[in-house]
């Protein structure tokens, strides 16, 4: 049985946990997400929260604090996530972050820079 989708849907947990733990010391408690995670786990709560069609008060708050980089919208297409998400869910992520005036392969481009490996 192949374990690569279930040891990445894993790295995606900690990714969000990490995220979150983040984004509360900046001052913004993501209990909702927190919530969506502990009832459905971290790659249905992302799919759930990306596919609702209206941008979530999260999207909004963080585009506030400048941290649209830290978004479920953001991490959802990074490039080794692809295989967690379908199509439909890639796309209205990058819609959502389209609404709020983000340059998303520029941002997309940085975020990934970060956090590769140097």
Not at 2 to 8: C, G, I, W
Not at 23 to 40: C, E, I, P, S, W
């Amino acid at each position: 049985m192949d374990t690569f989708p279930e040891e990445l849907a894993r790295r995606f947990a900690g990714d969000m946990a990490r995220g979150i733990a983040e984004l509360a010391r900046l001052g913004y408690d993501a209990k909702v997400f927190q919530g969506m995670v502990a009832d459905h786990g971290a790659v249905d709560a992302a799919r759930r929260l990306v596919l609702d069609p209206r941008p979530s008060y999260g999207l909004w708050r963080l585009k506030e604090l400048r941290r649209l980089d830290s978004s479920v919208e953001m991490w959802v297409l990074l490039p080794w996530y692809e295989p967690l998400f379908a199509d439909v869910v890639r796309e209205a992520a990058e819609r959502k972050l389209r609404l709020l005036d983000v340059d998303v392969a520029a941002e997309l481009a940085r975020l990934v820079t970060r956090l590769s490996p140097a």
